[in-house]
């Protein structure tokens, strides 16, 4: 069945548009979940959670690219897991990835004002767009993935230090582009 089908009977709110969603995107929401939480049970469960997830949340949003909106959706949902699991104990891939980048996002926590927040956001879209090819793959599987460096190298024919390099440079590229636009004070 086709993405726009699916939407459309989510519009319709149609149950039958839950079960054609995870039968053509199941799998990739749970290789999301599963490398986020590092365990197939919350995976399952953070999958879930993103059925219900795209059910409250079409209508009102009617997504123009399905697999993407249901990848975002279950990133979010299987990170609050991650969070609400490890809160008390830190440690791991997941855990290693969010610090690194955190380094180079404004300090403080959340933005203070929604204006600021999608200043940020836009800054960040518009950031991950300019990059290269192989950097922006690379930072992605990294930052929005959260997979480890040496799946990366592995997946892209680099060593784990070329991959390490690499996202340290696009990391100091990021926090450049920051300071200039005002979006960080540097700490």
């Known amino acids: 069945m086709k993405d726009r089908e699916i939407v459309e009977l989510f519009l319709k709110r149609s149950e039958r548009a839950i079960r054609e969603a995870e039968n053509k995107y199941g799998r990739y929401c749970l290789s999301?979940?599963?490398?986020?939480?590092?365990?197939?049970?919350?995976?399952?469960e953070v999958v879930s959670d993103t059925w219900l997830g795209a059910w409250n949340a079409i209508p009102p949003h009617e997504p123009a690219d399905l697999r993407t909106f249901l990848g975002k959706i279950t990133r979010q949902n299987a990170i609050k897991c991650w969070r609400r699991r490890s809160a008390a104990k830190r440690g791991g891939e997941t855990a290693l990835a969010l610090e690194e980048l955190a380094g180079e996002l404004p300090s403080g926590g959340d933005p203070q004002t929604q204006a600021e927040e999608k200043e940020?956001?836009?800054?960040?879209?518009?950031?991950?767009?300019?990059?290269?090819?192989?950097?922006?793959?690379?930072?992605?599987?990294?930052?929005?993935?959260?997979?480890?460096?040496?799946?990366?190298?592995?997946?892209?024919?680099?060593?784990?230090?070329?991959?390490?390099?690499?996202?340290a440079r696009t990391r100091k590229k990021l926090k450049k582009l920051l300071l200039e636009e005002g979006l960080t004070d540097g700490s």
């Open 32 to 44: 999301i979940a599963q490398r986020i939480t590092g365990s197939e049970r919350d995976a399952e």
């Open 120 to 167: 940020l956001i836009r800054a960040l879209d518009r950031f991950v767009r300019e990059l290269p090819t192989a950097e922006k793959r690379v930072f992605l599987c990294r930052y929005w993935y959260l997979d480890p460096v040496a799946d990366i190298a592995d997946r892209f024919g680099y060593s784990q230090s070329k991959v390490k390099s690499m996202l």
